[in-house]
C-alpha cells in the first residue's frame, strides 16, 4: 500500500500538468496594414490583412483605433470590426477612413480591443498574442 500512494500522487501531478498545457500550439494573431489607397470622398480607403494563425476561430473581433496625422495629433477614432476570422486563415478587410487623406495619416494606434471572442467561448484577452505589422507610410502600434 505503500508504494501504491506515491505513484497516485505522481500520476495526480502529470494529469494537473497535461491540463494545465494547451491543446494545440497557439500561433499570433497578425494584423497587417497592408495598403491605402484614395477613398472615393477624399477619405483614404485601408486595406488589412488578418492572419490568423492561432487554432480558433474569432466570431468577435472589434478594434478601437486612434488615426494620428502627420503632426502626431489624433485625428479621430475609428471602430472597425475585422469577424469573423477563421482558425488557420488569411482574411482581407477593407475600412474606409472618412474625412483624412492617406499621406496625412502618419500611425495608427490600436486603442483598444473592444471584442476578442472565441467560436464557442468567452471574450478573451488576444493583446499577449497579438502582433502588429504596416506595409504603409504610417505604423500600426500597440
Known amino acids: 500500500m505503500r508504494h501504491i500512494l506515491p505513484t497516485l500522487a505522481a500520476i495526480a501531478v502529470c494529469a494537473f500538468q497535461l491540463s494545465a498545457t494547451p491543446a494545440a500550439a497557439e500561433g499570433p494573431l ?4 497592408n495598403k491605402f489607397e484614395a477613398g472615393e470622398s477624399g477619405g483614404c480607403r485601408a486595406f488589412f490583412l488578418f492572419r490568423n494563425q492561432t487554432a480558433n476561430s474569432f466570431e468577435g473581433f472589434e478594434m478601437s483605433l486612434a488615426i494620428l496625422d502627420t503632426n502626431g495629433i489624433i485625428d479621430r ?4 470590426d475585422a469577424a469573423p476570422l477563421p482558425a488557420s486563415r488569411t482574411t482581407l478587410k477593407l475600412f ?21 471572442k472565441p467560436q464557442n ?3 478573451t484577452d488576444c493583446f499577449p498574442f497579438l502582433e502588429l505589422v504596416s506595409r504603409t507610410s504610417a505604423g500600426l502600434v500597440k
Not at 497578425?30 to 496594414?33: D, G, N
Not at 477614432?77 to 472597425?80: E, M, Y
Not at 474606409?96 to 476578442?116: K, N
Open 121 to 123: 467561448a468567452d471574450e
Open 96 to 116: 474606409e477612413i472618412p474625412e483624412i487623406s492617406c499621406d496625412a495619416i502618419s500611425e495608427i494606434l490600436l486603442h483598444e480591443l473592444a471584442s476578442c
Open 30 to 33: 497578425t494584423v497587417e496594414l
Open 77 to 80: 477614432l475609428l471602430t472597425i
